[in-house]
C-alpha cells in the first residue's frame, strides 16, 4: 500500500504559527492491497518551529485531534 505525505502550516485562530504543536491522526477504518491489510491506529506528528508538518498516512478515514496549549490557544 502506497502512503500519502501530508504537509502544511498549522495556525491558531488568530492566525499565529502553532509552533510545536502535536497532531494526532486516528485511522478509523481496516483497508488493504495486494496482501497487505492497515488496521485502525493511531500516528502523532509535531509542528516544527514555523508551524509546519509532514506526515506519511495510508490512505483512509482519519479523526484529527490535538492537545490545546494554554500559553498558545489561551484559557477560558
Excluded: K, N
Aim: glycine share 12%; aromatic share 6%.
Amino acid at each position: 500500500m502506497e502512503l500519502c505525505t501530508i504537509t502544511g502550516s498549522v495556525r491558531s485562530i488568530s492566525g499565529a504559527e502553532a509552533a510545536g504543536i502535536t497532531l494526532t491522526f486516528e485511522r478509523l477504518t481496516l483497508t488493504g492491497q495486494d496482501d497487505v491489510a492497515v488496521g485502525p491506529g493511531m500516528t502523532s506528528v509535531a509542528a516544527d518551529h514555523t508551524g509546519q508538518i509532514s506526515v506519511a498516512l495510508y490512505s483512509g478515514t482519519y479523526q484529527l485531534s490535538t492537545l490545546v496549549i494554554a500559553a498558545l490557544w489561551g484559557t477560558l
